[in-house]
């Protein structure tokens, strides 16, 4: 509960946040404008801009969320995604989650690579020692101690890859906590972390939409 509370906390910080950095300058174009460049006071959205822009978020979110299978709907309540219209307010927070993916997508590019460099050295030594060994029942011999030993190799490899990976999620977890989007904690849930998945889904799609009110 007091992880809730926190969270709630840092998404009312971020809302003021996002006033600051929403704010507009505009430059006086006036050939006559004096000599240190002078511009119009700085705007900030109204109320009425932001509580139709939550409108549109809530139901942005409201159709993804209906895209859900039944019992994932029931995990996600409209209380969450109400905070989290309101977090997205505050549009660093696509930054964040952007950057957050671009990471993981490297470092998933690594343990990929990682993983394929142990297969390719028992590959090549498989081929070495069928170059070299003539006799097939010793060949055979070998061949099966080498086996014995890329097995454990790679073992170990996933393993490690999946060492990486927990310590990946658990970063987003804290870094997205800290920036006060809801739903997010540290959890090694399969279920909640599947919860988190979506979330970010959801971020990542309201990113690559553009809020244009009427006119």
Known sequence: ???LVASNQLFN???YTMEDISMTKETNSNSNET???ANKPLQLPTPEFLQRKI???MDQLKEMHAELPEILQTRISYDLLTELANCVLNESIFDIVKALMELQHVTEKHLIQMRAQVENEYEIEVADWREKIKDPEELQHILGLMKIKHTKKLVETDKKIVEVLDQKVYD???MLQKAGVPGFY???NPKEIKIQMFLLDFILR???LKYEPSK
């Open 55 to 57: 409108y549109f978020l």
């Open 13 to 15: 910080n971020n809302i």
């Open 1 to 3: 509960m007091s992880a």
């Open 186 to 188: 540290s959890t090694q």
């Open 35 to 37: 000599a240190d460049g």
């Open 206 to 208: 309201l990113s690559r």
């Open 172 to 174: 987003q977890q804290s």
